[in-house]
C-alpha cells in the first residue's frame, strides 16, 4: 500500500527546468563552451555545483576555487531574476489537482528536490502546505545521484520506502531514488522512460489505484 508520495521539484511539480537551462546556457556561452538542450539533460536534477563541475567537464575547462564560487553565485542570480515573478500558473499540468485530491485523501506529501530554492518555489505557487517534509539542497550532505535526499523524505513522512513512490524527471534522480529502493514513476523527460518503473508524461495521467493493482 502506497502511502507516500514524494516529487522531485524542478520539472515534475513546477516548470522550472528551461530557467535553470538558460541560465547555464548564458554562462556556457561566455566561457566558450558548446551547450545545447543535450548536453543540459546530463545536468538536469545535479546539485547547482554539480552542475557547474559537469559544465566545466564538457568544455575540459578548470577555474579557480573563487571564481567558481562567483559563477554559482552569477547563475544563482541569473536563475531567481527569470523566476521573480514565479506563481500557481507555472505549476506543470494536473499538479495542482492531483497534490490537492491527494491531500485531502490523508496520503503523505514530500518534496525531494536539489534544490536550494526549493522553499522559496513552493511558496510563491502556494503549495507548500500540502507537504508534510520538505528536503531540498541544503539539507543533504551528497545530492542526487545520491538517494539520501529521498531516503531523508521518506523518513520525514515516518514512512519506510516500500510504502513511498518517488516522481522524477531527471537520470540522477531516476538513479538516487532506485539506489534508494523506491518505486520511481518517471515524468515529462522520454529520455528517462525506460530506466522509471512507470513513465507519464505528466501528473494528470496518473492514477495511483491502478499503478497500485499493478505492483
Ligand atoms: P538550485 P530538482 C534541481 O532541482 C534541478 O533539476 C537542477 O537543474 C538544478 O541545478 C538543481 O535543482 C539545483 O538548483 O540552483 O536552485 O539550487 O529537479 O532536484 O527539484
Ligand atoms: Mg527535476
Known amino acids: 500500500m502506497i502511502k507516500g508520495l514524494i516529487f522531485d521539484l524542478d520539472g515534475v511539480l513546477v516548470s522550472t527546468e528551461t530557467n535553470h537551462y538558460v541560465a547555464w546556457k548564458l554562462i556556457a556561452d561566455e566561457l566558450k563552451i558548446p551547450f545545447t538542450e543535450k548536453e543540459n539533460e546530463k545536468l538536469k536534477g545535479l546539485s547547482r555545483a554539480d552542475s557547474l ?86 539539507m543533504v550532505k551528497k545530492p542526487k545521484p545520491d538517494p539520501e535526499v529521498f531516503i531523508n523524505a521518506s523518513s520525514g513522512l515516518g514512512l519506510p520506502r516500500s510504502e513511498c513512490l518517488v516522481f522524477e524527471d531527471a537520470e540522477s534522480g531516476v538513479i538516487a531514488a532506485k539506489k534508494g529502493g523506491f518505486h520511481v514513476i ?30
Do not use: W
Open 53 to 138: 563541475s559537469a559544465l566545466l567537464d564538457l568544455g575540459k575547462r578548470s577555474i579557480s576555487h573563487l571564481k567558481f564560487k562567483t559563477i554559482l553565485d552569477y547563475k544563482n542570480k541569473i536563475y531567481l531574476k527569470s523566476i521573480e515573478k514565479i506563481n500557481q500558473s507555472n505549476l506543470l499540468p494536473g499538479v495542482l489537482e492531483f497534490i490537492k485530491e491527494k491531500h485531502e485523501k490523508n496520503h503523505l506529501l514530500a518534496v525531494g528536490s536539489s534544490s536550494r530554492n526549493a522553499h522559496f518555489i513552493l511558496k510563491k505557487t502556494k503549495i507548500d502546505h500540502f507537504f508534510t517534509c520538505v528536503i531540498d539542497g541544503n
Open 186 to 215: 518517471g515524468v515529462g523527460n522520454l529520455k528517462i522512460k525506460d530506466s522509471c518503473d512507470y513513465f507519464i508524461k505528466n501528473m494528470g495521467e496518473f492514477d495511483l489505484s491502478s499503478y497500485e493493482e499493478s505492483i
